[in-house]
């Protein structure tokens, strides 16, 4: 990239930033299309690439180029530890629709219904990737592609598809909603085509996701003990769900 600053300024607002050496490494890995990447110091970043991801070393050695650290923190919102960040084109909504709606299903689409925690959300995509799920779904406003929740699932938006709809577009499939006074999910299988659906850190299910659910499920819980984290549920769940055989190999 003959200038990477004016290549950056005139893509940024249409592309997804990836902040981070992690959130590179993991978009390169899944097939994201990176046009511009910029670091501080190219030799620190490919000996990361030497450590922790060999594999993608060689694009990252193609894609990196260095500029001050000056011109680095001008670009990003705030610098990240290892002064890597560079911009993907964000995928398709068509295809990651066609996706979603694809049946048999392999493994369970999470849906976040209105939830409001930025970083929840990335750590509930990077968890879904790394459990194999089909996708994560939020309903409500928060943008799911925001920077902030990008950044909280280190890149590994590109290992699922990721949307935002309405209950009433949700894929097929039957709903576990997780809710306090469901059935102990101990007692449950869930299946891999299921939608597993986690209502607000605020108030919880909304009605509409409520109505759609065609089971209520609740994880255990000490008594007096009144919530778990968002992210820590979804854990659990997915964890749960991969007990019956549908972890990745």
């Known amino acids: 990239m003959n200038d990477p600053v004016?290549?950056?300024?005139?893509?940024?607002?249409?592309?997804?930033?990836?902040?981070?050496?992690?959130?590179?490494?993991?978009?390169?890995?899944?097939?994201?299309?990176?046009p511009v990447a910029v670091t501080t110091d190219r030799r620190a970043a490919l000996e990361l690439a030497d450590e922790l991801a060999p594999d993608v070393r060689a694009v990252l050695d193609e894609l990196l180029t260095e500029v001050p650290e000056a011109t680095y923190a001008a670009l990003v919102p705030r610098p990240h530890p290892t002064s890597v960040a560079a911009l993907a084109v964000r995928p398709s909504r068509a295809a990651h629709l066609e996706a979603l709606a694809r049946t048999p299903r392999t493994a369970p689409v999470v849906v976040l219904d209105n939830p409001r925690n930025l970083g929840n959300a990335g750590a509930v995509i990077r968890l879904a990737a790394g459990f194999g799920a089909t996708g994560v779904v939020t309903t409500g406003t928060l943008d799911p592609w925001?920077?902030?929740?990008?950044?909280?699932?280190?890149?590994?938006?590109?290992?699922?598809?990721?949307?935002?709809?309405?209950?009433?577009?949700?894929?097929?499939?039957?709903?576990?909603?997780?809710?306090?006074?469901?059935?102990d999910i101990r007692g449950s299988k869930l299946p891999d085509d299921a939608l597993l659906a986690f209502g607000s850190e605020r108030s919880g299910l909304s009605a509409e996701l409520r109505a759609r659910a065609d089971h209520l499920v609740s994880l255990p819980m000490r008594p007096q003990v009144s919530s778990y984290n968002l992210a820590t549920s979804v854990a659990m769940t997915l964890f749960h769900w991969s007990t019956g055989g549908g972890a990745p190999v």
Not at 13 to 33: E, I, N, W
Not at 158 to 177: I, K, N, Q, S, W
């Open 6 to 34: 004016r290549a950056w300024r005139q893509l940024a607002d249409d592309s997804v930033l990836l902040d981070g050496f992690h959130a590179l490494k993991h978009a390169v890995r899944f097939g994201a299309r990176v």
């Open 146 to 183: 925001h920077p902030t929740v990008v950044r909280g699932g280190a890149g590994l938006h590109f290992a699922t598809a990721v949307e935002r709809l309405t209950v009433d577009e949700l894929p097929t499939g039957p709903v576990f909603a997780l809710d306090p006074e469901g059935e």
